[in-house]
């Protein structure tokens, strides 16, 4: 299958050897190399992508959460073309970051206020900020620390996945077992004091679709409340499973949400929120208010598409939709794994899901590192062969473009390989 992948792109692997001259690895996004070469995009209509070779693809990847509308929906592309009539760096506020902020605090339970940044990773950092100056404010003097979870990724420079170690994490942290709640607590106890905010992923995205058990996710709440550490939710992929994001569809409202991905309607996009009394810390009006800064916070392109995609095309009744097809979708699939006697299956939420190959029902850290490598590389070959553009590691997030016919083509190339690959699969 590896061998076959090399034949299929000589174009894309050119391309890739001439970014090697001057990118390490030819790569500036970790998260787009895979061996033995990432294919290089030419073009995106719809749910389709078409590679350097010709090839057509069905998105099934989604631009990892950022890609919910497909490729150059026309109500977005629409907004960005007036935005662009009336110029782009205007360094002063624009027409449409009201709107967008309004929108973000009208749907979203824990958000009074929120900020817009570049990227998650800069939203996760400017709440940690907040969280951290609120503390200290409320007297908190001891609370220098973060807790994070096993697994979790929060950016660039704030992921906790195993073997890896954290670049620049700008706080001392301290890493829980996710799904633990005993675990958890007993970290709570012995450093709680040292702890200023609990940041953490409702369902772990990058780490492999791990749903968040809601009684753990509760407990989070109430230890936290009692301790006075502010709770943070990463929702910078989850935003997307309820019109309210995963904390409407839990129930449980954190003190501050971090966002990110599709809300700046494919643009580049961040933004942190939550309680009122934390985030009026940044409003400049008040005295020692803490700084902000960042050239593109505000950027023109992002917020108008962001309005546009947002507001006008992600409506609730289009995420509610959306999730019930992706449920339905990752029910199929597994039923076809059941079906097969195959170690293998789906985990997720709505329209979020990451293939793994293992029997364990995935609750833990332990059940996703049971999986096996080299049935999801192969499964990665085959998904790419069969016209299918997945991510290495088996992650999807469905677009609103994907009609119930790409859909189909996404089943039964699944069913067939779980039927060629049966004997592999065990
Ligand atoms: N938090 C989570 C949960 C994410 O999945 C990601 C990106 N995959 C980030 C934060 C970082 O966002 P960005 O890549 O925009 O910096």
Known sequence: ARQAYIDRNP???????????????????????????????????????WDADGHEYIDVLGEYTAGIYGHSHPVIRAAI?????????????????????RLIVDRIPSIDLVRFTNSGTEGNVMALAGAKVFAQRAGRAKATKVMVFHGGYHGGVLYFVSGGSPVNMPYDYVVAPYNDIEGT???LAKHGEEIFAVLVEPMQGSHGCLPGDPDFLR???????????????????????????????LGIVPDMTTLGKYIGGGMSFGAFGGRREIMELFDPTKPDSLPHAGTFNNNVLTMAAGVAGYGEVYTPDVADALN??????????????????????????????????????????????SSNQDAKELFFFDMSAAGIWIARRGFAALNIMIGEAEADRFVSAV???????????Q
């Open 11 to 49: 174009k894309s692997f050119a391309r890739h050897q001439e970014a090697s001259q001057a990118m390490p690895g030819g790569n500036t996004r970790t998260t787009l190399h895979n061996a033995p070469f990432p294919l290089t995009v030419v073009r995106g209509e719809g749910c389709r992508l």
């Open 81 to 101: 073309d007036r935005a662009l009539d009336h110029g782009w760096n205007y360094a002063g506020r624009n027409a449409y970051e009201g709107e967008l902020a």
């Open 185 to 187: 607590r007993a970290l």
């Open 219 to 249: 407990a989070l709440r109430d230890e936290t409340r009692a301790r006075g550490i502010t709770l943070i939710f990463d929702e910078v992929m989850t935003s997307r499973l309820s019109p309210g994001g995963l904390q409407a569809r």
């Open 324 to 369: 019930a097809r992706g449920d339905r979708i990752r029910d199929r699939l597994n039923a076809i794994c059941a079906k097969n006697d195959v170690a293998f299956q789906f985990s997720g939420i709505g329209s979020m899901m990451t293939a793994h190959a293992t029997t364990r029902p995935i609750r833990t850290a332990a059940d996703i590192a």
């Open 415 to 425: 069913e067939e390989f779980v039927t060629a690959r049966k004997a592999l699969l």
